[in-house]
């Protein structure tokens, strides 16, 4: 079975610095996809940024960007020139890319991100 | 953008009773959808894969017979928490997986806050 791990619990970070979110998971699988959603205090779930497994480079948002070592099974979420509105709780999610596969997310425990004005 | 839309947002309801929410697509069909459970400044929590005209596909340890979901056309898919009880009293959220694209689409519905009295 999968697993997705974010070992910081809290992370904090002052306005307009950059800052790395954690994440490491376990699977045997080759093919799969990886993202990061946003969960602020609406608690609407916002994807932030995802990444196929298959493609090596590491993928884009205008100020979020993954470092994505698949060898080591770690994502990380770098968010650059952080704002205000950056300030949730941030989850790394796995899904499977196997035929068959429901779609279904799994998640790790979250990161809850603090800026600081 | 795919819009996926969930009622009621919150709902107080006493000890014994059921409640339902409903989770739909609103602009799209959704063969697949998820019902996920949340608590305070924790993750979500996989309850339940839903397919169109088919039965739920439950996680290890959700009770089917309390929690049950029907996915009845492909844009809306309902949870019944049955004989509700104040440990129920959660956060949920439903998402829907858009098909119509790629098939990376799975959106989420704002989530129903639940509490038992």
């Known amino acids: 079975a999968q697993t997705v791990t974010q070992s910081q619990p809290e992370m904090s970070v002052q306005e307009a610095e950059t800052v790395t979110l954690s994440c490491t998971y376990d699977?045997?699988?080759?093919?799969?996809?990886l993202f990061w959603y946003k969960q602020p205090p609406s608690r609407q779930m916002i994807l932030v940024i995802r990444?196929?497994?298959?493609?090596?480079q590491n993928a884009t948002e205008n100020r979020f960007s993954v470092n994505f070592q698949k060898a080591a099974k770690s994502f990380s979420l770098k968010i650059s020139d952080s704002q205000l509105g950056d300030a949730a709780m941030y989850f790394c999610?796995?899904?499977?890319?196997?035929?068959?596969?429901?779609?279904?997310?799994?998640f790790g425990q979250g990161t809850t991100l603090q800026v600081k004005p | 953008g795919a819009v996926v839309s969930q009622h009621p947002s919150w709902v107080i309801c006493k000890s014994g009773t059921s409640v339902k929410i409903e989770c739909r697509s609103l602009?799209?069909?959704?063969?697949?959808m998820f019902w996920y459970r949340q608590f305070p400044k924790q993750s979500l929590m996989l309850m339940a894969t839903?397919?169109?005209?088919?039965?739920?596909?439950?996680e290890q340890g959700v009770e089917k017979d309390k929690f049950l979901i029907n996915h009845a056309s492909l844009t809306l898919s309902t949870l019944t928490v049955t004989s509700a009880h104040p440990e129920d009293s959660s956060f949920y959220i439903c998402?829907?997986?858009?098909?119509?694209?790629?098939?990376?689409?799975?959106?989420f519905g704002p989530g129903t806050r639940l509490t038992v009295t």
């Open positions: 998402s829907a997986r858009d098909f119509g694209t790629t098939g990376l689409g799975q959106y």
């Open positions: 699977t045997s699988e080759s093919d799969y996809y």
């Open positions: 990444q196929e497994a298959y493609k090596q």
């Open positions: 999610a796995y899904r499977s890319r196997t035929s068959g596969n429901t779609g279904k997310l799994i």
């Open positions: 602009d799209f069909q959704a063969t697949t």
């Open positions: 839903s397919n169109e005209g088919s039965k739920a596909t439950y």
